[in-house]
């Protein structure tokens, strides 16, 4: 599944005006954010997308951080403006099983995650666990 680092448009424009005030160049297509004071919302304890990210542009990977451990709620809290976060492709605007109407703005310099999902199962031989692995795996193929 595809995780993309995203924010509320109104976020970015506040943090870009916040760091065109200390010299930014104003009007930039990639602003510079300082993402150790920019808050991040994280899911739970072993969310480490957000951080994983910034580990990659910061030494420390620090940032003031708030955990939301609902997906849905996660998602709002993002497009909210509470802080930016790792949001799937499939909970965004205009997709299958969007979780917003409103599109998110990218985190300038952070890239997409991809994480590798798996179906586990009993091994008894279920004609119900049969159907429901069959469905799993054709969704899975169509969305992901």
């Known amino acids: 599944m595809v995780y993309e680092p995203c924010l509320s448009a109104t976020l970015l424009d506040r943090l870009t005006d916040q760091a065109d005030g200390r010299g930014g160049d104003k009007g930039?297509?990639?602003?510079?954010?300082?993402?150790?004071?920019?808050p991040v919302v994280v899911f739970n304890d072993k969310d480490d997308l957000q951080h994983h990210q910034l580990r990659r542009v910061q030494a420390d990977g620090a940032a003031p951080e708030h955990r939301v451990p609902s997906s849905e709620a996660f998602i709002r809290?993002?497009?909210?403006?509470?802080?930016?976060?790792?949001?799937?492709?499939?909970?965004?605007?205009?997709?299958?099983?969007?979780?917003?109407?409103?599109?998110?703005?990218?985190?300038?310099?952070?890239?997409?995650?991809?994480?590798?999902?798996?179906?586990?199962?009993?091994?008894?031989?279920?004609?119900?666990?049969?159907?429901?692995?069959?469905?799993?795996?054709?969704?899975?193929?169509?969305?992901?």
């Open 28 to 38: 930039s297509t990639d602003p510079a954010l300082d993402l150790s004071v920019v």
């Open 77 to 144: 809290a993002v497009a909210d403006g509470l802080g930016w976060g790792m949001v799937p492709r499939l909970q965004m605007a205009r997709s299958p099983f969007a979780a917003v109407t409103e599109d998110f703005a990218r985190v300038p310099g952070l890239e997409d995650d991809t994480v590798t999902l798996f179906l586990q199962r009993w091994k008894t031989p279920l004609p119900a666990l049969d159907r429901l692995e069959a469905s799993v795996r054709k969704y899975a193929d169509m969305y992901l």
